[in-house]
Each structure stands twice: as structure tokens, then as C-alpha cells.
């Protein structure tokens, strides 16, 4: 199984071949640990309930430094390594973190491609995942970045099947 996922300082949103969820914490609450605390919670209850014994790949965006200020990069830098941190404790057969201009290009073929530009290309390329998606474009960006890393999961088995591997 492989998953996509746009973090915030208060919102997870995750997306994978079947499923498209997005957890948050209420705007009124603002105690950081206790935020923090229950997107632990949240995630662990996300990643338990994929499957229970098959494993997953994690795919998630990088925080995006200066957007919002330094504070804002702080606060989803956070979340970020509590949302790391629950998938390597789950088991993950790999947790990757995704640069956004990386993503953008590999799946939208522009690195610099704006939120329109990218809720376009994923209506008209993968409706069934706009679909689900939505208004949200913090759901449309993990599509996103779920199809990003199918594409680099796949891409890894075609060159296994060919025994291309490395001497090590």
C-alpha cells in the first residue's frame, strides 16, 4: 500500500488507492502539546486501520520553509516528525519525504505549478481521485503526492524484475 500526505500545523490529510481522510484539531484549541498530542493520536488511528498486517510506503510533503514565516515552517516541522515518527513505529516498509516542486514535476510535469494548475490536471488526469478530493486542497495535494510515490514505487519493481540491482 502506498500513501500520500499534506501536512499543516493543525491538519493531516492522507490519501491512498481506496481511501482519502482528512484529520485536524479544532481552531480552539491551542495548546501546542496537546495539538500535538492528538494528531499523534489521530495518525495512529489512521495508519492501524490500513490494513492491520500489510505494510505501506509513506510519501509526505516537506515542510515548505519561509511560507508563512519561520514560526509556520516551526509548527508543521512538528507535525511532520510526529506523522514520521508513527509510521516508522507502524512498521512502514519506507517513509519518504517529498520536496513540493519535486512532486509537482513528477506528477504534473511543472515544479512551479500553482494550486489551480495542479486541482486541473488532477481532474482531468484522475477523476475518481478529484472526486474525493474535492474543494480540499490540501486532499488534492496528497492525491497528489500518493501518485508521485506509485509512480516511484512502481518504477522500482519494473527495475527489480529486470535484476538491475548494484553489487553492494
Not at 516528525?81 to 504534473?108: I, P
Request: aromatic share 6%; glycine share 12%; net charge neutral.
Amino acid at each position: 500500500m502506498i500513501i500520500g500526505a499534506d501536512l499543516s500545523s493543525r491538519t493531516l490529510a492522507f490519501v491512498d488507492e481506496g481511501e482519502s481522510v482528512k484529520l485536524g484539531v479544532p481552531k480552539s484549541m491551542r495548546d501546542r502539546s496537546e495539538i500535538l498530542q492528538e494528531l499523534f493520536l489521530m495518525t495512529i488511528g489512521y495508519l492501524s486501520g490500513k490494513g492491520g498486517e500489510e505494510k505501506f510506503y509513506l510519501f509526505v510533503e516537506d515542510p515548505v520553509v519561509g511560507r508563512g514565516g519561520s514560526r509556520a515552517t516551526i509548527l508543521q516541522s512538528q507535525v511532520h516528525g510526529v506523522v514520521l515518527t508513527v509510521a516508522v513505529q507502524s512498521g512502514s516498509l519506507g517513509v519518504y519525504g517529498v520536496n513540493n516542486k519535486t512532486w509537482k514535476r513528477s506528477v504534473v510535469g511543472n515544479g512551479n505549478a500553482t494550486k489551480d494548475e495542479v486541482t486541473d490536471w488532477l481532474r482531468a488526469n484522475h477523476p475518481a481521485l478529484a472526486k474525493r478530493a474535492g474543494e480540499d486542497q490540501d486532499l488534492v495535494d496528497a492525491s497528489c503526492i500518493y501518485l508521485h510515490g506509485r509512480g516511484i514505487i512502481q518504477q522500482g519493481e519494473r527495475i527489480s524484475s529486470l535484476g538491475l540491482h548494484p553489487e553492494r
